[in-house]
């Protein structure tokens, strides 16, 4: 694969079926463009000294909670509660329950911070105080209210309401309901209370009469009645587990309000929370507890509202996308567009999901007898909705169609149903049995005019087909790039939450300036996301005359943009985070890519034109070593010798060339540095020349062919790679050394679970979704600058020795949640704390501090083997090992690695494999 081609693979996300701007971008002229890649005069390659001036340049825990009938805890994902539950009542197990009991079951999250915190925080961040323009949002954890209403029981509409201060409270309070999976923008984090939360003093005088006695009518969901036992209008129902319960004798009651028609639906009920016995206990805590379970309750009111009982989960979440992305980016929207996406609430339920069904399948085109659901009761009529509206387009007529049309409508029939096609048109298509080639057959006959026919026979074979509106694709897909801020998720982001697959972690969004600036902005960064996946598409195709188009189109943009623009954007003042939602940065891994590209086809002044122009454009750059490097190199297949050496040397100087590019210039200008070029020998020689120690070891092959990964026999018999074999001679004749394989991934887990209340602590802008598994910043220098103070105490702690107590702390309170870097499944507790140990508080400080200065650059790389022992008094040494097969050497990421780790005080080798020499 390319470089670069992952990156943008993941950069494109989800591929569109219709892009806007396609007939422009293969149609349109270039201006003063030809088949080769120009330079401007001034970065023509006639003066080497101008041709290599480039610019110098906290979490929250799993929560717990107790199973109101049985008593054990149990995992707060709702999924996980009515499973216990069911669980529970079809056994029997009963224990003896108080109407606060049963109260304080709220399976949700609590604030991460409190009140007080949160306008401290304000006050730091702002340097204003409480600055009304700064966002402050505590986000709770992913089961919200949203989701409790469908497994626990939700609230709908209250019958009476509560008066005095009371009903004051809860009129302010239920303006802003609280929102699970996105940022509100207008809810104060101190407005979301439970039963430990510090009570408003204005609420203190509301006295027991006043909680006890109100009706609400609520319903029951999420449990299936008996289809065997009748149920009766005005039934009573009791939300006691154990009716005979003395200690609850006045527990919450009620009655069925209606019958639903299916036994899955929802159960509409009143209940009553009567007087309560207090048995001794102080009523004025009793009373503060039943207060702030109140405004829970009509917080859940207020979220049902938006939830109405007949809508199904995946509806609540495309419409809670729609609804979010609408209010917080309005200056994105056209007046049009803003009307197109609204209506969508008004269509029917069946409409709605009919379109958000066909929207995630692959698509474009639909048979209408295909189209069936559980959840739709007449897809006919929910069709025609949409149609109605434009959000799908219905196709009847064979005049409609043109070849691509016909091209998609052929792969939704069988092969058997294109056979017949064959036979009704009588055309011998000896084209194989293939559905592939009975396309190309029929599909060749149309073009050449031979068979006139094929587009009403294929639409008579197929029925009425329907395809999604090129508008709601491309305003959905806008949607959901400014949701999630990124191509790689989507809709199925929300279903793995509800299922309970991923869990994100939880953080505070503090928002104070816009990702798109204006509507232009975000067009051209849309067109720039096209040009991408026309590059992808035209890669997979292998169409050298696209893609070399494609890159023509890139490089004219980012030459064409004025450098004010540019510097504007990429100045090391601009948080470089936003540079990566610009459609500069998507053009500059468009001409990345196409540089490894030319380079493939040889074209190398083509590619060198390219590097320099990216070069000069993206002065503070993290891939500016890597652009750098490879100019020196393509410099040196042309034979510039002498202008490659002045590129590495000038890179050299350049305080964006890190790490393993670092070290490879270092290595050509040792090279290409040879008098009579150079007569000095650079000061880093001798640093760069330090060996590595090796050892060797010898396997027998089962196989050793080139352009295959090797093969050996390890010691018990079993085929390992090179790596596995390495690990049994550790174990073994090595030493009795214990060990993992995980290359990077054990040292990123270990800087994620050591780091990650930095990580997920409070900072303006870089979290702006509830679907991050780390700050937008990450991977930019801002990251350790930002949050300077707060690293290096963690490191300090770290260094002084409690490192194993901070691991131990975090994989308690985090294991399972979502966070980069971490692997909870490869590695378990007891064999990270063994690694913290045996490598030491000094050393895991350094590795860490070097992970949060520049983590983009040195997330790579890492040894392959990490080997720990214990000696006597629980003291213990750690090895870090990078394994080689035959014919593999170290790259220079690999050795930039081992380097840094041995200036660290780590004990380093490299273990190389080789097949055991056969005696003839």
């Known amino acids: 694969m390319l470089n670069g081609r992952e990156s943008l693979i993941r950069l494109v996300g989800k591929r569109r079926h219709f892009l806007p701007s396609l007939q422009s971008l293969l149609s349109d002229p270039l201006a003063t463009r030809n088949d080769s890649i120009e330079n401007t005069e001034a970065e023509k390659l006639v003066d080497s000294k101008e041709a290599t001036e480039f610019g110098s340049a906290s979490g929250s825990s799993e929560k717990l909670v107790t199973c109101p009938v049985c008593g054990h805890k149990v995992s707060g994902e709702h999924s996980d509660i009515n499973s216990h539950l069911d669980a529970c009542l079809s056994r029997g197990t009963k224990r003896k329950l108080t109407q606060q009991t049963l109260l304080q079951s709220n399976f949700w999250s609590q604030p991460k911070i409190s009140s007080s915190e949160l306008e401290s925080l304000g006050k730091n961040v702002s340097?204003?105080?409480?600055?009304?323009?700064?966002?402050?949002?505590?986000?709770?954890?992913?089961?919200?209210?949203?989701?409790?209403?469908?497994?626990?029981?939700?609230?709908?509409?209250?019958?009476?309401?509560?008066?005095?201060?009371?009903?004051?409270?809860?009129?302010?309070?239920?303006?802003?309901?609280?929102?699970?999976?996105?940022?509100?923008?207008?809810?104060?984090?101190?407005?979301?209370?439970?039963?430990?939360?510090?009570?408003?003093?204005?609420?203190?005088?509301?006295?027991?009469?006043?909680?006890?006695g109100v009706t609400l009518e609520t319903y029951i969901v999420g449990r299936r009645f008996s289809d065997e036992k009748k149920l009766l209008l005005g039934a009573s129902i009791s939300l006691l587990?154990?009716?005979?319960?003395?200690?609850?004798?006045?527990?919450?009651?009620?009655?069925?309000?209606?019958?639903?028609?299916?036994?899955?639906?929802?159960?509409?009920?009143?209940?009553?929370?009567?007087?309560?016995?207090?048995?001794?206990?102080?009523?004025?805590?009793?009373?503060?507890?039943?207060?702030?379970?109140?405004?829970?309750?009509?917080?859940?009111?207020?979220?049902?509202?938006?939830?109405?009982?007949?809508?199904?989960?995946?509806?609540?979440?495309?419409?809670?996308?729609?609804?979010?992305?609408?209010?917080?980016?309005?200056?994105?929207?056209?007046?049009?567009?803003?009307?197109?996406?609204?209506?969508?609430?008004?269509?029917?339920?069946?409409?709605?999901?009919?379109?958000i069904r066909l929207y995630t399948r692959k698509g474009p085109w639909f048979r209408m007898s295909n189209i069936s659901y559980a959840e739709v009761l007449d897809p006919q009529e929910a069709?025609?909705?949409?149609?109605?509206?434009?959000?799908?387009?219905?196709?009847?007529?064979?005049?409609?169609?043109?070849?691509?049309?016909?091209?998609?409508?052929?792969?939704?029939?069988?092969?058997?149903?294109?056979?017949?096609?064959?036979?009704?048109?009588?055309?011998?298509?000896?084209?194989?049995?293939?559905?592939?080639?009975?396309?190309?057959?029929?599909?060749?006959?149309?073009?050449?005019?031979?068979?006139?026919?094929?587009?009403?026979?294929?639409?008579?074979?197929?029925?009425?087909?329907?395809?999604?509106?090129?508008?709601?694709?491309?305003?959905?897909?806008?949607?959901?790039?400014?949701?999630?801020?990124?191509?790689?998720?989507?809709?199925?982001?929300?279903?793995?939450?509800?299922?309970?697959?991923?869990?994100?972690p939880t953080y505070n969004c503090i928002?104070?300036?816009?990702?798109?600036?204006?509507?232009?902005?975000?067009?051209?960064?849309?067109?720039?996301?096209?040009?991408?996946?026309?590059?992808?598409?035209?890669?997979?195709?292998?169409?050298?005359?696209?893609?070399?188009?494609?890159?023509?189109?890139?490089?004219?943009?980012?030459?064409?943009?004025?450098?004010?623009?540019?510097?504007?954007?990429?100045?090391?003042?601009?948080?470089?985070?936003?540079?990566?939602?610009?459609?500069?940065?998507?053009?500059?891994?468009?001409?990345?890519?196409?540089?490894?590209?030319?380079?493939?086809?040889?074209?190398?002044?083509?590619?060198?034109?390219?590097?320099?122009?990216?070069?000069?454009?993206?002065?503070?750059?993290?891939?500016?070593?890597?652009?750098?490097?490879?100019?020196?190199?393509?410099?040196?297949?042309?034979?510039?010798?002498?202008?490659?050496?002045?590129?590495?040397?000038?890179?050299?100087q350049d305080p964006w060339v890190r790490a393993g590019s670092r070290m490879a210039l270092q290595k050509r200008i040792l090279r290409l540095g040879k008098p009579p070029r150079r007569?000095?020998?650079?000061?880093?020689?001798?640093?760069?020349?330090?060996?590595?120690?090796?050892?060797?070891?010898?396997?027998?092959?089962?196989?050793?062919?080139?352009?295959?990964?090797?093969?050996?026999?390890?010691?018990?018999g079993e085929q390992c790679g090179v790596e596995q074999l390495a690990l049994q001679y550790y174990a073994g004749e090595g030493g009795g050394w214990q060990g993992v394989h995980t290359e990077s991934g054990i040292w990123l887990t270990i800087f994620g679970l050591l780091m990650w209340d930095i990580i997920f602590s409070d900072a303006p802008n870089v979290f702006r979704t509830r679907f991050q598994t780390a700050p937008l910043d990450?991977?930019?220098?801002?990251?350790?600058?930002?949050?300077?103070?707060?690293?290096?105490?963690?490191?300090?702690?770290?260094?002084?020795?409690?490192?194993?107590?901070?691991?131990i702390m975090s994989w308690e309170c985090h294991v399972g949640t979502a966070c980069r870097g971490v692997n909870w499944n490869k590695l378990s507790l007891t064999e990270l704390r063994a690694a913290v140990s045996c490598i030491g508080g000094p050393c895991l400080a350094s590795l860490c501090r070097h992970l949060a200065q520049d983590y983009r650059s040195w997330s790579s790389g890492m040894p392959d083997l990490l080997l720990w022992r214990f000696n006597q008094e629980y003291r213990g040494e750690a090895k870090l090992v990078e394994v080689k097969g035959p014919r593999d050497r170290l790259s220079e990421q690999q050795r930039a690695w081992l380097l840094f780790l041995m200036d660290c005080g780590f004990n380093t080798e490299v273990c190389k494999v080789s097949p055991v020499q056969m005696s003839v």
Request: hydrophobic share 35%; net charge negative.
């Open 241 to 355: 587990r154990d009716p005979n319960n003395d200690k609850d004798p006045n527990a919450i009651k009620g009655h069925v309000c209606s019958i639903p028609k299916h036994p899955f639906d929802c159960v509409p009920i009143q209940i009553a929370c009567c007087k309560s016995i207090f048995n001794g206990e102080k009523e004025s805590e009793v009373l503060e507890d039943f207060k702030c379970l109140w405004k829970v309750a009509k917080r859940v009111v207020e979220s049902a509202k938006n939830y109405p009982l007949s809508m199904t989960k995946y509806q609540q979440n495309f419409c809670v996308l729609i609804r979010e992305v609408l209010r917080s980016n309005p200056h994105l929207f056209s007046e049009d567009e803003k009307f197109f996406m609204e209506s969508f609430t008004s269509l029917s339920n069946d409409s709605q999901r009919i379109f």
């Open 778 to 807: 990450l991977e930019t220098d801002s990251f350790y600058l930002m949050r300077k103070s707060c690293i290096e105490s963690q490191l300090q702690r770290i260094h002084d020795g409690m490192a194993e107590e901070i691991l």
């Open 383 to 504: 069709v025609k909705g949409l149609s109605a509206v434009g959000y799908v387009c219905l196709f009847e007529d064979a005049d409609e169609l043109d070849y691509n049309d016909i091209k998609e409508m052929l792969n939704l029939l069988t092969v058997c149903e294109l056979r017949d096609i064959s036979s009704k048109l009588k055309k011998n298509c000896n084209s194989g049995t293939r559905k592939k080639d009975l396309i190309e057959a029929l599909l060749s006959l149309y073009k050449n005019g031979l068979c006139p026919k094929l587009p009403s026979v294929v639409l008579e074979k197929t029925g009425v087909c329907i395809q999604i509106s090129s508008q709601a694709e491309s305003l959905i897909w806008r949607a959901e790039r400014l949701f999630f801020l990124n191509g790689e998720q989507d809709l199925s982001t929300f279903l793995l939450v509800d299922l309970g697959i991923v869990k994100y």
């Open 127 to 212: 340097g204003r105080g409480s600055d009304k323009s700064l966002v402050q949002n505590a986000v709770p954890g992913l089961p919200d209210f949203g989701a409790a209403e469908e497994n626990v029981i939700s609230m709908c509409q209250s019958s009476r309401k509560l008066e005095s201060d009371m009903q004051t409270h809860i009129d302010d309070s239920s303006e802003n309901p609280v929102n699970g999976y996105w940022i509100d923008y207008s809810t104060d984090t101190t407005q979301q209370l439970s039963p430990k939360n510090e009570v408003p003093k204005g609420d203190m005088e509301v006295t027991m009469d006043e909680i006890c």
């Open 511 to 652: 928002i104070s300036e816009q990702i798109f600036s204006g509507r232009d902005d975000l067009l051209a960064y849309e067109e720039a996301i096209e040009v991408a996946q026309l590059m992808d598409q035209a890669l997979d195709g292998n169409n050298a005359e696209v893609l070399l188009r494609l890159i023509k189109i890139a490089d004219s943009h980012i030459s064409s943009s004025s450098m004010k623009a540019i510097k504007s954007s990429t100045s090391e003042s601009a948080p470089k985070f936003l540079l990566y939602f610009s459609a500069l940065w998507v053009y500059s891994k468009v001409v990345s890519l196409g540089v490894s590209f030319l380079e493939r086809e040889h074209r190398y002044n083509d590619a060198i034109n390219l590097l320099k122009r990216l070069l000069s454009r993206f002065t503070f750059d993290g891939r500016r070593g890597y652009w750098t490097l490879r100019l020196s190199i393509n410099l040196e297949h042309i034979g510039y010798l002498n202008e490659s050496l002045a590129v590495a040397e000038d890179g050299l």
């Open 679 to 716: 007569w000095k020998t650079p000061s880093f020689s001798a640093s760069l020349k330090r060996k590595i120690p090796e050892v060797h070891v010898q396997g027998r092959p089962l196989n050793c062919e080139i352009g295959m990964k090797n093969r050996f026999y390890g010691e018990d």
